[in-house]
């Protein structure tokens, strides 16, 4: 046999034929078409949201737009407390007088917040647990002594301007076992128009009855001796706070506060303190914590920050 003849021929390396490369092209076509396509959305999305919602302008989130869209769960998640952010200033353009120095609060960013402006109190409501973040006053002695004469007027109602999937309604509060808890007190108000307002359930938590009857309603007490005291304006700030998942009430899952508290600011001394309570039968007036330990545990910043205002 011819040497030649003995050796074997090299094999040619394989080159992807024509078909299999138009192949992985189109492949790679589409996934860069569905990776600009959700960009766009998310852009879109966020855009639309912030529009309708400014309190998420420079801190809208992919989990919070989603959330705004109604992608969430069934269960009310608690107020965000992360210290890290991100965070929403509050604007309140119809009502500033309610805060010291016209400087809003800054909260954690969380979906469905709403501003209210009423005619004796502001809400920022959370339509995720269907109650207030927190209800801001303004209080003063002249404002007490005109509110002596006021009827209680008992005339609870849903809030209309809430959509109803946000709000609660009051068939969530009948037969619960928990009382529809005022976070801006009906005693506080100083005319028959505040009063019938102070009744709207954007202004109620569910609150364990012997608590609101006992150790809350002698802080909402005492509040108020203060202010007679006062030498000018008394800034409050009442609400709830969830810690873990809240055990709800009703059809629309109003949730359950674990604790209520109310921040108490004297405009004239400087002088600011908390009072922090359990929502339970159990709890007790004590003494309150400081405003700092507060903001801690919150992530609340109700006070106006340096240069706010």
């Known amino acids: 046999m011819s040497q030649s003849m003995s050796r074997k021929k090299p094999q040619s390396r394989s080159r992807p034929s024509s078909r299999s490369r138009s192949r992985r092209s189109s492949s790679s076509s589409v996934q860069r078409f569905l990776r600009a396509f959700a960009l766009s959305a998310f852009a879109a999305f966020s855009v639309a949201s912030c529009v309708l919602n400014p ?5 809208a989130t992919l989990e919070t737009v989603l959330a705004e869209l109604g992608w969430q769960s069934e269960q009310p998640a ?5 210290s890290g952010g991100p965070y929403a200033q509050t604007r309140f353009s119809q009502c500033r007088d309610f805060f010291p120095l016209a400087g809003t609060p800054i909260v954690p960013v969380s979906p469905g917040l709403r501003e209210l402006c009423f005619s004796a109190f502001a809400i920022l409501h ?5 109650t207030p973040v927190f209800v ?44 529809r808890g005022h976070m801006a007190p009906a005693a506080d108000m100083h005319n028959d128009e505040a009063m019938a307002q102070s ?7 569910p609150q364990n009855q012997s608590h609101n009857a006992g150790a809350w309603s002698r802080i909402e007490q005492d509040t108020r001796k203060y202010v007679m005291r006062s ?14 998942r809240p055990a709800t009430i009703g059809s629309g899952r109003v949730a359950v506060p674990t604790h209520l508290y ?13 009072h922090w309570q359990e929502n339970s039968a159990a709890s ?14 919150t992530g609340l910043h109700l006070l106006p920050q340096p240069g706010q205002g």
């Open 284 to 297: 007790r007036a004590g003494p309150p914590i400081s405003y700092e330990e507060f903001v801690s545990r």
């Open 55 to 59: 309190e998420w302008r420079d801190t």
């Open 231 to 244: 030498r000018g304006d008394v800034y409050v700030f009442t609400g709830p706070v969830y810690m873990g």
């Open 126 to 130: 959370s339509g995720q647990t269907k």
């Open 136 to 179: 801001a006053q303004r209080l003063n002695r002249d404002m007490l002594l005109q509110g002596q004469g006021v009827q209680r007027t008992d005339r609870f109602y849903a809030e209309a301007r809430l959509p109803s999937a946000e709000r609660a309604e009051l068939a969530d509060y009948r037969n619960s076992g928990y009382s």
């Open 262 to 274: 109310k921040v108490v600011h004297d405009a004239a001394s400087g002088r600011t303190w908390v």
């Open 78 to 82: 608690a107020v965000p407390v992360a």
């Open 199 to 205: 009744f709207s359930l954007a202004n109620m938590v």
